[in-house]
């Protein structure tokens, strides 16, 4: 048996999402985003559920923040949602919307909780999503619009910011495979609106600073990890691809002013462009403070002509798998963090989102989610060889407080170290719920 010694200084945390917990959909003037078109959509979300109720954190953040409290988290990572305040995307604000994020971040304060805030988890206004959304330049102006009301607004409150939370999901998930809102299958479409996130990432992040805003900024990037089954050049290569395509696709332009040069060629290949105004590559290479890490799997792959968009394909080596079907991948989360500093230097890391699906109910008053455990326990023991590794790792936030709205999955699918009864909304704490906070408290485990 080893312990696990982590670093005294290490945060720690919890991350939910807007339209994943708050409900109130229709409460106080908040106008509609994609995600309740998409999820009243027909056959979109499993059993039709959406995020009219939620979690009702709305109206229960204070018990909320009292379970963020009581866990003992030094940060809460939350997003907003941008039609709550901007009802329509751009032009009239909603004050009943700014409102109700002074009434959380004030309490998070007076509880001595550090607010992180996502400024987009995927919600975009459906006004903007009926005049072309994502796909559309003006989009990228009316989310700097919508920072720059945030970053006036909570000057002094909020610390850290991010732009963007997993701009893979809200551009190829959403719009090439389609499973996402707005549920396109165009990969044109997509590349078009990758390229758009980046340059509202990167034009934002020159916004704060010309602004002068106190604090931090930086972007929340998903990642997983591709390893090749053999050390065959082209399974190496497959596996390079997909890797590219979920990383450096959203890293190299970040970090380096330009897009891989061999997934341009692909993506060519198969007749898709990619369209760049003058200026976009310099407005996305902005120094940002701190990159977001979220990792969940990993898993080993090779090559196969014609397997998906890069001649790849998973490898099943019986690895265990969450309730929601992910490979158990502990050594990804390591090999991720290593390649992201390896390759793009020594920006300060948050993991923004680490976490796994566990369906454990209620029995006794009691949630035994010994799954739940084990995947932070092996995943925290990654964290922890990366940062042995030299790896700048300054906090870590698990997905997620509470069990939410698991965007296609609806309410099947649970990742809260809190369990919610979607009759009742009470709130049970679960087993790791009090491992967690065992270990935020003590700092070591044993594996
Ligand atoms: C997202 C969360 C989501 C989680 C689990 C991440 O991709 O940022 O919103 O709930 O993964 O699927």
Redesign the pocket.
Known sequence: MAIIQLPENLKFGVAT?SY?IEGAASKDGRGLSIWDTFSKTPGKVVNGDNGDIACDSYHRYKEDVQLIKELGSDIYRFSVSWSRILPNGVGEINQKGLDYYHRLVDELLEQGIEPMCTLY?WDLPQALQDKGGWASRDTIDAFTNYAEIMFKEFAGKINKWITV??PW?ASFLSNYIGEHAPGNKDLQLAVDVAHHLLVAHGKTVKLFRELGVAGEIGYAP?TTWKEAFSNRSEDIAACQREVGFLIDWFFEPVFKGNYPNYLVDWYGQKGVKLKLAEGDMELINQEIDFLGI?Y?TGNLARYKKGSGLFDCEDIDMGENRTD?GWPIYPDGFYKVLTYIHEKYGDTPIYIT?NGA?YNDDVENGKVNDTGRIDYLKSHLAALQRSIDSGVPIEGYLC??LLD?F??AEGYTMR?GLVHIDYRTLERTKKESYYWYQKLIENRWYEL
Do not use: K, L, T
Request: glycine share 0%.
């Open positions: 999402a994943q988890h939370n997993e999901c998903n979220n969940y929601i989102e699906c997905w997620s939410n698991e965007w990742f």
